[in-house]
């Protein structure tokens, strides 16, 4: 596709579910990041991949979050047995390289009842 | 640490000229990007300085100080579309680290 592309768009789930949450990056960007924004607030990084590897996973705010990126193209940020807390909006953003311009897409809008 | 200073909000007359100012202190430093995004949108980019001084792109231009740990971002000729949150971003050893934004509205 011509941009990133992330799925689902929207996702409501209750306490306590596991949530995938997808992102297609524009093909042949080496560098895939996940960021999270709650509302009214800044981007909050989470992980960064390079290839398949994630040199930085410093911003997974626990260990019910996990990420992982296939062929160097698709990845998956999973959240397990979700709180409310981890409402927020998912951004996927991938570039060419760490100094390349990002791309953000659309982004998963993620509610905890 | 690392730390991103911008103000939280400004406003600003359409056809105006407007500056939002960004220190920022991070572990390495690669350049600094600007970011806008409007409410309920993913980001998109602005610019990216990688040496000191001035980068004009139309209407914005954004400037680089890097013994400072400054940045700002100038806008012309205000429109009311420009109304939006502008995001600093220094890019720190292998990530962006994202300030939390300033919002800026035009008004007529």
């Known amino acids: 596709g011509a941009g990133v592309s992330q799925s689902p768009s929207n996702k409501v789930t209750e306490k306590g579910k596991d949530v995938e949450l997808r992102c297609d990056p524009i093909?042949?960007?080496?560098?895939l990041y996940w960021y999270r924004q709650s509302l009214g607030q800044g981007l909050e990084f989470l992980i960064y991949f390079q290839g398949n590897s994630a040199p930085d996973k410093s911003g997974l705010p626990s260990d019910r979050f996990s990420a992982e990126r296939t062929g160097g193209s698709v990845s998956t940020l999973t959240i397990q047995r979700t709180q409310q807390e981890d409402s927020a909006v998912y951004l996927c953003?991938?570039?060419?390289?760490?100094?390349?311009?990002?791309?953000f897409g659309p982004g998963t809008r993620l509610t905890v009842l | 640490g690392q730390n991103i200073d911008q103000p939280t909000e400004m406003t600003a007359t359409e056809g105006a000229i407007v500056q939002i100012n960004c220190t920022y202190q991070t572990s390495g430093f690669n350049g600094l990007f600007w970011y806008q995004q409007h409410a309920g949108e993913a980001p998109t980019f602005l610019s990216y300085n990688v040496l000191d001084g001035l980068e004009e792109k139309g209407r914005f231009s954004s400037f680089l100080s890097r013994s400072k740990g400054y940045s700002y971002l100038l806008l012309k000729e205000l429109q009311m579309k420009d109304s939006a949150s502008y995001l600093c971003a220094p890019l720190g050893t292998d990530k962006l680290i994202f300030g939390t934004g300033t919002r800026l509205q035009v008004f007529p």
């Open positions: 093909s042949g960007h080496t560098a």
């Open positions: 953003a991938s570039s060419g390289g760490p100094s390349n311009e990002q791309f």
